[in-house]
């Protein structure tokens, strides 16, 4: 070929490829680029061992060199709080990281009553029964005496647009340290968020009510105090989650490895899959965790979002759209997830989680 | 034709003017209720109209609210034959209220505490909406208009442009239907008149000390916020405060009881104490300076379905407020004793004769 | 003279006894206020508690609301110091409600009708919630605590168990935030005593005829109904029903200003006319008997963000609600006579007559 034209080839290659949609390339700010240097974060959670997703989304952090986990913060939602102070101190001393300290947080959401419903439908967070022991045992070590708002509060004040908040359960530690320390919604660098279903996306529907995603639904109020803060906000909702599909294909290959963890793994899911082998689940925590580490699973978009909080039917739901509406005149842009690359996202996923 | 029958016909001819003249100038009213029977306040405001040489009763539209509509449209059948007035057409309307329902009501307690009263939907008296019970007063030989109330009112001020005033006294589901049906009833009635809401009173709502619950907007709230949202020439509005401050006594029922007639026979017999909510609404169209103190307010209703469901909202004029909000005369106290007074005397006045109901 | 000293020694004792045993005794407060300055009926409370030796003030935790909260610290600690009780530590709290916000207030008010008075968020008196406009009062030469307010409120419930009267007159964001963070400040109190609310008032509310919307409860609905679904061991609420049946009037500021000290010289230049709202809610923790008409109602507020958002929501006794609604005792008349004159003498004593052992470490 001609010089001339080999040149002409090169560019188009290269124009062309610019064209083709990637997976990394956002419609949205560079909040979330690939970061090279390690992430400060605190993580927040309604913990419990898996196979709750909380479970193996920390042990995906803690495997992690991108991440440092500052301290581990636990809510009521998934289960009582008592039960995910308990649960993650027994995660952390099985995977030898007794150095990350855990403070419980609150027992409650910031508004919603306990119903019949909630006590039907899902999860604790209604509830101050003492917590089971975790699997093995209580952990030696205690929570920290410091409460989890306190540390919030003190670590991103002590390192201003630094922390980042990873928030895997209902938000209400965070909107309690927003309201508590004048300021502090300024400092946050940002918190990736698990939450909400966006009806006008697909998958946008409701996994507690019918438009309401479980996270989201247990504290609405704080949730909008969150999405308004001004904190810059990666969200993963149900509509990027449903692209997730965990099984026991995956869990064989987990626990192929022998590690402590996987042993854990193998000892809280095994019988499930044993009775139930054909199960599909989403992995909502675990993908959240994901795209912090590596943004380029998922694709995202800006849209303008807000939390119905009216205790009317819609009690709880995520509203999202690219422009405002009438009656959404609050609702604030932040980076929404809408779909993930699932291969690379489970290659990575499994390989991390039964890693020495 | 000699001079003294000339001056028959001209003074005839002059007596016939003015009467028309005077019919004229009688004001023409369409009185919408939730007729409760028998002899209750809604009743009892009926009955002042019917027993008024002051108005043109053009007719009376039920709708339900304190009792059900078909029920109440017998009650009312009966009290206008047992005061002659069966020329005065009864015409019944909305069976249930536009939202609001007796199963959201009971979703409502359970979050907010029970009402004390919910009119047809009271537990302790309620009953299926077509049955009707028997009637103590007795049952009418009379019949409803066979026309619905909405249609009934649609066509009246379009038969009297400029001239009907809308009387409510009930929940406000007709006049709803009507503007929404027709909306140039709202410019072509003259006003609306309303007994509905409360401000600051702490007596008489449906939980008895929040008066900004008052039954009959609470009833149909979105039929509030439809016609309080709506551009009448004038609002007139009677709330709690001021019934608060009336009672149907038993010593103001001897009074009544002390002239023999048909009426009073049956106000001594089936009337009760009470507040006097609707009588005095009457009483102010009929003879504004019974009145003493009013505001005029914006005045409107919740419609959001929670705790503030069907109560009064309301704001000073000089506020600044979007469009929707509009202003309406609230009426705050009133002459007590003159108000009685009237009310003994349209209650003692003779019936009339029975007459054959007139043809409209 | 050795009996003497003997007397002496074992008579002082006996009043050192008796001394800490009426401290113990009297009741301990902390005083959560939006304590707009200078001498508004917010920093008049806090004044008279100081100036009382029947209480035993913790302290004064702070929040936004008739100001913001940075501006109060400020007013609030030049206050005490002219009270000669700069002993009493003063504590910031919430800069801004739970959910409501000024943007919100304003979509609102678009709807709505505007409000007559919005505290900080007010458009006629806006500024920035760092500043802290001239103060003629003088500046304060103390400082503010650097503890939180609602970790100094969880923090004191847990030293004196059973024994501090949380006393509220402003919006209730920092009482919320901390029976939030600790659930259990709502046993370990006392009681609760706020100035909020109206019931059947014309008068007082931020749409002046409509009581009931009143300042403190609207500004931060959620917070209300956070605390007053809780299960305190009493609840006594001064609301705006009694608050217009009283009057800072000139007559009343004259007597105070016959009295020549720093205080009654700061209230005579600063104090305006205005409803004794917060006032009477001190005096009548001070002296019940001035209260001469009150009911129990279950009490609570409005939270869905439409028409009614902010206002008060209430039954009678009798009536039966779900257990998220709580009984109050709700006040509603009093002898203004004796109220006004608890309200001079408190004013016109020498300032640091209030002091106590206030340790609060």
Not at chain 1, 69 to 83: D, E, K, S, W, Y
Not at chain 1, 124 to 135: I, V
Not at chain 1, 311 to 340: C, F, M, N, R
Not at chain 3, 162 to 188: C, F, K, Q, S, Y
């Amino acid at each position: 070929m001609h010089q001339l034209n080999l040149r002409i080839f090169v560019v188009l290659c290269l124009f062309l490829s610019s064209l083709a949609p990637s997976f990394g390339r956002t419609e949205s700010s560079s909040i979330d680029s690939k970061s090279t240097s390690v992430q400060k974060v605190i993580f927040d959670t309604d913990f419990s061992v898996p196979p709750q997703d909380d479970g193996t989304a920390l042990i995906l952090a803690l495997k992690s060199s991108e991440l440092k986990i500052l301290g581990v913060t636990t809510v009521a939602g998934n289960a009582t709080v008592q039960q995910a102070t308990f649960d993650a101190l027994r995660v952390l001393e099985i995977a030898g990281r007794t150095d990350i300290p855990v403070y419980q947080g609150a027992n409650r959401p910031w508004m919603h009553e306990k119903t019949e419903f909630a006590t039907r439908v899902h999860g604790k967070w209604w509830s101050d029964e003492a917590p089971p022991p975790p699997p093995g045992g209580f952990a030696k070590k205690l929570p920290e005496t410091e409460s989890a708002v306190s540390f919030i509060i003190r670590t991103v004040e002590q390192d201003p647009t630094e922390i980042t908040i990873i928030a895997i359960g209902p938000l209400t530690n965070i909107a309690t340290a927003i309201r508590q320390q004048p300021g502090f919604a300024k400092k946050v660098k940002k918190i990736v968020i698990m939450g909400g279903a966006i009806a006008s996306l697909p998958n946008g529907g409701g996994n507690v009510t019918p438009n309401a995603e479980f996270n989201f639904w247990v504290d609405p109020e704080a949730a909008q105090v969150v999405i308004r803060s001004g904190i810059p906000i990666i969200l993963t909702p149900l509509n990027v989650t449903a692209k997730t599909d965990f099984s026991k294909q995956w869990f064989d290959e987990i626990i192929a490895a022998d590690t402590p963890l996987t042993r854990l793994i193998k000892q809280t899911m095994g019988p499930f899959y044993e009775k139930h082998p054909d199960v599909h689940s989403q992995m909502y925590d675990q993908l959240t965790v994901a795209s912090l580490i590596d943004p380029t699973l998922v694709k995202a978009q800006d849209l303008y979002v807000d939390i119905d909080i009216n205790h009317g039917p819609d009690y709880g739901t995520s509203l999202g759209a690219k422009h405002p509406w009438e009656g959404g005149e609050g609702a604030v842009k932040i980076s929404v997830q809408y779909d993930v690359d699932f291969n690379r996202f489970i290659e990575m996923f499994v390989k991390r989680v039964s890693a020495k | 034709m000699n001079s003294t029958m000339l001056r028959a016909a001209s003074f005839a001819l002059l007596l016939t003017a003015s009467s028309i003249l005077a019919l004229g100038e009688k004001p023409k009213v369409i009185v919408d209720q939730d007729a409760r029977g028998p002899a209750s306040t809604d009743m009892q405001s009926i009955l002042m109209f019917a027993q008024s040489p002051d108005v043109e009763l053009l007719g009376v539209t039920i709708v339900s609210g304190d009792q059900w509509v078909r029920e109440e449209a017998e009650h009312t059948l009966r009290a206008l034959e047992i005061v002659g007035r069966t020329d005065v057409p009864v015409v019944e309307g909305a069976q249930y209220p536009l939202i609001n329902s007796k199963d959201e009501s009971e979703l409502w307690e359970g979050q907010f505490g029970v009402l004390e009263f919910k009119g047809a939907w009271t537990p302790a008296l309620y009953h299926e909406p077509n049955l009707i019970p028997p009637l103590r007063e007795g049952e009418p030989t009379t019949k409803p208009l066979h026309e619905h109330a909405v249609d009934f009112i649609i066509r009246m001020v379009h038969k009297y442009p400029g001239q009907v005033t809308l009387w409510a006294g009930g929940p406000l589901t007709n006049i709803a239907l009507a503007i929404r049906k027709d909306p140039e009833v709202v410019s072509l009635a003259r006003q609306l008149v309303l007994m509905g809401g409360g401000f600051n009173v702490g007596k008489s709502g449906i939980q008895e000390i929040n008066g900004r619950r008052e039954f009959n907007w609470w009833f149909d709230p979105e039929a509030v916020r439809i016609v309080m949202s709506a551009n009448w020439k004038k609002v007139t509005i009677t709330p709690l405060d001021v019934s608060v401050k009336t009672g149907l006594t038993p010593e103001l029922q001897s009074r009544i009881s002390k002239t023999d007639t048909p009426l009073t026979r049956y106000l001594t017999q089936f009337s009760e104490p009470s507040y006097m909510w609707d009588e005095v609404a009457v009483a102010a169209f009929l003879d504004p300076t019974i009145i003493t103190d009013q505001k005029e307010l914006y005045v409107n209703i919740d419609i959001d379905h929670g705790a503030g469901y069907g109560q009064t909202i309301f704001v000073e004029k000089g506020t600044s407020v979007p469009s929707w909000w509009k202003l309406a005369t609230v009426q705050f106290d009133l002459n007590t004793e003159k108000f009685y007074q009237m009310y003994v005397h349209l209650m003692t006045l003779p019936v009339k004769a029975a007459q054959t109901a007139s043809v409209r | 003279m050795k009996s003497w000293i003997g007397k002496a020694t074992r008579f002082a004792m006996i009043l050192m006894a008796f001394a800490t045993i009426a401290l113990a005794q009297k009741p301990k407060v902390i005083i959560d206020q939006d304590a707009r300055g200078p001498a508004s009926t917010d920093i008049n409370a806090i004044l008279m508690f100081a100036q009382s030796p029947q209480v035993d003030v913790l302290g004064v935790t702070l929040l936004t609301g008739d100001q913001w909260v940075k501006e109060e610290a400020a007013h609030t600690l030049r206050a005490l110091e002219l009270a000669g009780r700069s002993d009493i530590p003063v504590m910031m709290g919430a800069q801004t409600p739970l959910v409501n916000s000024r943007e919100e207030s304003k979509l609102w008010e678009k709807q709505f009708g505007s409000f007559a008075f919005k505290g900080a968020w007010t458009d006629r008196t806006y500024h920035d919630s760092g500043l802290v406009p001239i103060m003629p009062e003088g500046v304060p030469t103390t400082k503010a605590s650097n503890e939180n307010a609602a970790d100094f409120i969880i923090r004191m419930v847990h030293k004196y168990p059973g024994e501090v009267t949380l006393w509220a007159g402003g919006p209730l964001t920092n009482i919320a935030l901390a029976i939030r963070l600790d659930p259990e400040v709502v046993t370990l109190s006392k009681q609760l005593v706020l100035m909020g609310g109206g019931f059947n008032v014309g008068k007082g509310g931020v749409h002046r005829i409509n009581g009931r919307r009143e300042f403190n409860w609207w500004f931060d609905p959620e917070a209300v109904r956070i605390v007053m679904s809780a299960p305190w061991k009493k609840i006594t609420v001064t609301p705006v029903d009694i608050s217009v049946k009283t009057r800072l009037s000139d007559e009343v500021q004259a007597k105070v200003s016959q009295v020549n000290t720093p205080l009654t010289d700061y209230l005579k230049k600063y104090s305006q006319p205005s409803y004794m709202w917060d006032e009477i809610s001190v005096a009548a923790f001070l002296d019940p008997s001035i209260i001469t008409e009150q009911k129990e109602l279950y009490t609570n507020i409005e939270i869905n963000h439409g028409a009614s958002y902010g206002q008060t929501i209430f039954v009678e006794k009798e009536v039966k609600v779900p257990s998220w609604w709580k009984l109050a005792t709700v006040q509603f008349d009093l002898n203004t006579e004796k109220f006004y004159r608890m309200y001079v003498e408190l004013m016109t004593a020498p300032p640091s007559s209030g002091k106590g052992n206030t340790k609060t470490d």
